[in-house]
């Protein structure tokens, strides 16, 4: 099985800058792809950024510019580096991995509890 424990999350006022980490643990073999989402209060959860293995990315259009992804594949890590923030980015982060276990050949997705961001004006 796999864990996925997500930090970095808190309180920043507009316009400064948090560093979340997801850390994948347990009977991992590969991690194709990480990723974060987040959900606000009365709103869906959107995807904000994914990348993949190889070091490709894609991010949500409200987060370009400001938000980069990263990962350490070594350490199973995904990093999401969250800069200029904004009250509208205040939700629930969710980090996501699509992993293959040591007993493979199955891909399934692994979520995180959520770390909250909350963004003041």
């Known amino acids: 099985q796999v864990q996925l424990v997500e930090s970095g999350g808190g309180l920043v006022q507009a316009g400064g800058s948090l560093r979340l980490s997801c850390a994948a643990s347990?009977?991992?073999?590969?991690?194709?792809?990480m990723g974060w989402y987040r959900q606000a209060p009365g709103k869906q959860r959107e995807l904000v950024a994914v990348?993949?293995?190889?070091?490709?990315?894609n991010y949500a259009d409200s987060v370009k510019g400001r938000f980069t992804i990263s990962r350490n594949n070594a350490k199973n890590t995904v990093y999401l580096q969250m800069n200029s923030l904004k009250p509208e980015d205040t939700a629930v982060y969710y980090c996501?991995?699509?992993?293959?276990?040591?007993?493979?050949?199955?891909?399934?997705?692994?979520w995180g509890q959520g770390t909250q961001v909350t963004v003041s004006s």
């Open positions: 996501n991995a699509e992993v293959v276990t040591i007993v493979g050949p199955n891909e399934y997705d692994y």
């Open positions: 347990g009977s991992i073999f590969s991690i194709n792809v």
């Open positions: 990348i993949t293995s190889g070091g490709s990315t």
